[in-house]
């Protein structure tokens, strides 16, 4: 499993959130994971089959993507 991209949240809820984006296709889940950090504690996942999906409940947040595709510090 791959990162795809990672960011912070900016708008549309849980601001100020780290987000990374995992590609699973090529594995077990055949899917795409996306990872949520509260800044004060405590994360959850969310689980997507396939990339339109993925991309339609992203834009329910505005994210500042990092350029490279690596973590943030």
Do not use: C, Q
Not at 8 to 28: L, M, N, R, T, Y
Not at 50 to 63: A, G, P, Q, R, S
Request: aromatic share 12%; hydrophobic share 35%.
């Amino acid at each position: 499993m791959s990162i795809v991209r990672s960011g912070i949240i900016v708008g549309g809820g849980h601001e100020g959130a780290k987000i990374s984006i995992f590609d699973d296709s090529a594995g077990d889940t055949g899917g795409y994971y996306v990872f949520i950090e509260e800044p004060g504690g405590g994360a959850f996942d969310n689980w997507f089959e396939n990339l339109h999906v993925l991309k339609v409940n992203l834009e329910d947040y505005e994210v500042h993507w990092n350029d490279d595709g690596t973590e943030t510090p």
